[in-house]
């Protein structure tokens, strides 16, 4: 089995075509920088709204809150992220969607057509037609996100024409006419995608990057004032729009979208606990564990230390009076409303521990050291790791008395076929053994006392540790988990993955990652400097 | 054939020595390639469009009995339809062994007969590939069978997107090389679409169309404005997207149902958590019941159903098994359930308290269809359904000695009340090529060409 070479501390990674098993062991220069005088931004595929970018778009451009998205269907995913350009299809379902929600959109707005910022005017007083070109030159190029140019209001005017002598049900022939314009724009590739034409980025493009990479929604008036007055050239003048978009609420639900799809914990919601195993897991459990590692993220980032090592290490959870009980945790201040509450620090760590995460890798009656080390060594390391052989048996042994899941899970290093791959993982999922299959913190297992030794091996961070904090100290130490941790964010950020032109990129992101303390906002910021950012290249 | 044999044996011979007797019962008992049954009776049903229904439950397992007697197999649940039953053993779908992915990825590619693209999707073990590399035969029907219906196939889920996203196990359907069509996994999204304008006034109806068009003019022409200027990769993305209008525009014309007989408003009842397992049962209910009224509205004529992702993880918290100390719900992921060797008696147990489970729901679509009186026969007796899934057994993930169910009289294109079994290599490309004749589309071949020898022998009389 040669499972030990297919596993590369990098992927290597070129034209967008990530990693086709099995990858070869490639030695991966260090010292040498990546970066040289030439600009190299990496393709930039074209980019489709996500369905949170839809709906946040729709609630900014015409205050409706209503989710309008949440009918539209999963995106296909790329890479463990929704985003992923190359990934998104769109099938005839999609496009009657996309027609569904407009036209829902359109009656929802039509007796409040002042939602539409700057628009208002009397169709009987003024005139019709005046009245439905102020209404296209207010909602046009905000729902375009750009200035329109005379023809494109000229072609909106047409349909509004259309749209009035058709008419509609309940509705006076202007809102009808009106109507119709909104549909064809929220169904226009102008409106659903973000296009980009040239190699020079125009301001307006450069804003909508911004703006749904820290925001995932449209700009802002402020933002699309700087467009449109040309101040958004520099590096300096992005940045310090930038900075203003990161000190806004909706900063934190970006941050927090990139965390539950890199890991992917509101499954917690998909899974299901013996009673037999677990007495106290309750159907109420799921929902309080999506919320407290969401709080917990948000906090970490937006509210306490705001680092990648407190986002590992942090010594306390968000978490309402019940899930305390839950987990048999101390917390006199807790009540209904998510607080802050401290954990021991010797048996829990920041994100690793928490609730979601531990449930979901686990079986229904015992843990998964397999799933647990696979998380580590997958998402925390970017390893990719070669798939069992196809006729495995797994046999999960089940918990007996007598016998400790280490023990149990044993087989997988002494059987050569599988000892190859385990040796990746089990190192890994063993320290996690003292948080039990439903989250809870425990020190026997069954009647043993638990071993929760460890190792990550094949690592830049080898020996020995033991436990949640040891391993959540670990991988604060190690180069390869922070460079993990920067490369999803660049997934999720730019909508792709990574290839050999984005080593610069990637090489500055780190950088200053390291130099700024390894602060998560600074992260998000730096994100908006690299090459990849500032400088589009036409593809082929 | 004695080279097949072998080359097979020694194939399952690494796969360890459990599989050793199921073989041998597969190569010793399958003489002929049919089991003989009273003759089924064929409705007349000339008047009344064929449909197709693609039924998939995830990671194999079902086990079909070796006569049209189901007592006491994974089929019992079906007994009352088996006169209107043909039961498919022994099918290889080969083309699913090659390729990247991992086997549930593999076996997706189930309705193209084709293996996957290289890509980037990550699949249960870690595996990356792509989409499928070809047409599914869905859409195939469904451009000839529903020419003229308002919509050319529904692709609907239950809870089909368990990993958050859209990914290759949570497709079935493909309108071509990498363009999965991604399932319809809402009850009340994908009511929206069928049902609200049903039972509108003609004068309504007309101008909420002739509006849809005006608009969808003015969208077209911002495309074909863009698309120009995009790089190759940006301009197919684009020209895809126009395709998918273009189809949309066309179809506006065809007739939105007309409420009578049994075409009607469809109830809803409660909101539903559409993630909450203990929904599952009544999430697929609930999509079974629009899915026969859009058949029964002839808004559409094939629909692929998939019950959950390939792999499928979650549990079974509304089924309920004995283990000897009492009825317990089951907790368990399933897909772990079926990696246990066939020796784990309580694995095995639950997974037949679930292929039964199955088997009921595929019951209670069939007495959806049956319901629906057309002529001297039922909707039921003009349609096939054909269960379906992504590997053979979840403890060795093989796609060989593949079981198919085809359900309904599909309209007489094959006689019914039979099991039909074949030994040696068949690939199931034959079977898909007999669902397009079947269903009256001509072809000789489907999918892969090297994995395609014809239509399957024995289904379809000649």
């Known amino acids: 089995m040669a499972l030990l070479a297919s596993v590369t501390a990098f992927a290597p990674s070129c034209d967008g075509d990530i990693a086709t098993p099995p990858l070869p062991a490639i030695s991966v220069p260090t010292i040498q920088s990546a970066c040289t005088a030439e600009v190299s931004p990496g393709p930039a595929p074209i980019r489709r709204l996500t369905r949170q970018e839809y709906d946040r778009t729709i609630r900014d451009l015409v205050k409706d809150d209503s989710h309008p998205a949440a009918e539209l269907g999963a995106e296909e995913e790329g890479l463990g992220f929704s985003n992923n350009a190359q990934a998104l299809v769109t099938s005839s379902a999609l496009v009657e969607k996309y027609m569904l929600a407009a036209e829902g959109i359109s009656t929802r707005l039509s007796t409040e057509l002042t939602r539409v910022t700057g628009y208002s005017c009397d169709p009987g007083a003024q005139g019709e037609d005046v009245c439905a070109g102020r209404f296209v030159d207010a909602f046009g190029p905000r729902a375009y996100r750009r200035a329109l140019t005379s023809s494109e209001r000229d072609a909106l005017m047409g349909v509004f024409g259309q749209g009035r002598v058709l008419g509609a049900t309940d509705a006076s022939p202007f809102i009808a006419g009106l109507q119709l314009v909104i549909q064809a724009v929220l169904q226009s590739p102008d409106f659903l995608y973000r296009v980009e034409m040239n190699e020079q980025l125009t301001d307006f493009e450069i804003a909508n990057r911004l703006s749904y990479l820290l925001w995932g929604t449209m700009p802002d008036e402020a933002l699309l004032t700087a467009a449109g007055a040309g101040h958004l050239k520099t590096a300096a003048e992005i940045e310090r729009e930038a900075k203003r978009l990161l000190a806004a609420p909706n900063a934190r639900a970006t941050a927090g979208e990139f965390h539950r799809q890199w890991l992917d914990y509101d499954r917690v919601h998909n899974v299901s606990k013996a009673a037999s195993a677990f007495p106290s897991w309750s159907s109420a459990i799921p929902a309080m564990m999506e919320r407290e590692t969401a709080a917990f993220i948000e906090h970490v980032i937006f509210e306490g230390e705001g680092t990648w090592d407190a986002l590992l290490t942090a010594p306390y959870s968000m978490m309402n009076e019940p899930l305390a009980a839950y987990y048999g945790v101390p917390a006199s201040n807790a009540g209904s409303a998510f607080q802050k509450v401290a954990v021991d620090p010797t048996q829990r760590a920041g994100l690793l521990s928490q609730g979601s995460l531990m449930t979901i890798n686990a079986h229904s009656n015992q843990t998964s050291p397999v799933h647990r080390g696979k998380l580590i060594r997958e998402s925390f390391l970017c390893d990719v790791l070669a798939p069992p052989p196809k006729d495995v048996e797994i046999n999960v042994p089940d918990p007996k008395p007598g016998s400790t899941a280490r023990e149990r899970f044993a087989q997988h290093s002494s059987n050569a076929a599988c000892s190859g791959c385990h040796a990746l993982m089990d190192p890994l999922g063993f320290p996690f053994e003292k948080i039990d299959g439903a989250g809870v913190y425990r020190s026997m297992d069954g009647d043993k006392p638990i071993d929760d030794s460890g190792e990550v091996n094949a690592s830049d961070v080898p020996g020995a540790f033991h436990g949640v904090p040891g391993l959540a100290r670990k991988l604060t130490a190690s180069a390869q988990a922070r460079r993990c941790y920067v490369k999803q964010w660049f997934r999720f950020a730019y909508g792709r993955g990574e290839t050999a032109q984005d080593a610069c990129s990637l090489e500055r992101l780190d950088e200053q990652f390291v130099k700024n303390g390894r602060d998560i906002r600074a992260l998000m910021l730096s994100l908006t400097q690299t090459d990849a950012f500032l400088h589009r290249k036409v593809g082929p | ?462």
């Open chain 2, 1 to 462: 054939m004695s080279t097949r044999l072998t080359r097979r044996l020694l194939l399952r011979g690494a796969s360890g020595a459990a599989l050793a007797l199921p073989l041998m019962e597969s190569v010793g008992c399958t003489s002929s390639g049919e089991i003989a049954q009273a003759p089924a009776t064929r409705k007349q049903a000339l008047t009344f469009p064929k449909r197709i229904i693609f039924f998939y439950t995830p990671n194999g397992n079902l086990v079909l009995p070796n006569t049209m007697d189901f007592a006491g197999s994974h089929l019992e649940p079906l007994m009352p339809f088996r006169d209107k039953m043909v039961l498919i053993k022994g099918l290889d779908m080969r083309a699913h062994d090659e390729g990247p992915g991992e086997p549930h990825q593999q076996g997706m590619a189930l309705l193209t007969g084709k293996k996957l693209n290289n890509g980037a999707q990550v699949g249960g073990d870690g595996t990356v590939s792509g989409w499928a590399s070809g047409i599914s035969v869905d859409q195939v029907i469904g451009g000839e069978l529903g020419k003229n219906t308002r919509f050319k196939s529904l692709n609907v889920g239950v809870q089909s997107t368990q990993y958050g996203g859209t990914e290759v196990r949570t497709v079935l359907s493909y309108s071509g090389s990498d363009l999965p069509i991604a399932n319809e996994t809402s009850p009340y999204a994908l009511y929206n679409r069928l049902f609200s304008q049903l039972g509108a006034d003609l004068g309504t109806i007309n101008r909420e169309r002739n509006r849809r068009h005006s608009v969808l003019a003015f969208v077209k022409n911002r495309f074909n404005a863009i698309t120009p200027k995009l790089s190759a990769g940006d301009r197919q993305k684009l020209e895809q997207h126009l395709t998918s209008i273009n189809e949309v525009d066309q179809r506006l014309d065809n007739p939105a149902g007309l409420p009578g007989g049994f075409c009607g408003q469809p109830q809803l009842g409660t909101t539903l958590n559409l993630t909450d397992p203990a929904n599952y049962g009544a999430i697929g209910t609930l999509q079974m019941d629009l899915v026969s009224m859009a058949l029964a509205c002839d808004l559409t004529r094939v629909v692929t159903l998939q019950w959950s992702a390939s792999t499928n993880n979650r549990p079974y918290p509304f089924l309920n098994y004995d283990d000897g100390t009492g009825l317990k719900p089951i907790a368990d992921d399933e897909h772990i359930l079926g990696h246990q060797p066939d020796t784990d008696v309580h694995a095995w147990g639950k997974l037949a308290v679930i292929r039964k489970w199955y088997m009921r729901q595929l019951a209670y679509l069939m007495g959806k269809l049956e319901a629906v009186k057309e002529g001297e026969g039922t909707m039921l007796d003009n349609t096939a359904i054909v269960w379906c899934s992504e590997i053979t057994s979840g403890n060795t993930h093989s796609h060989h000695d593949a079981p198919f169910l085809l359900c309904g009289g599909a309209g007489g294109a094959w006689r019914t009340n039979r099991l039909l079994e074949f030994p040696g290599d068949v690939p199931h490309n034959n079977l898909l090529v007999s669902l397009l004749n079947g269903m009256g589309v001509s072809a000789t071949s489907f999918g892969e060409p090297s994995h395609c020898t014809g239509p399957l022998s024995g289904l379809i009389d000649s």
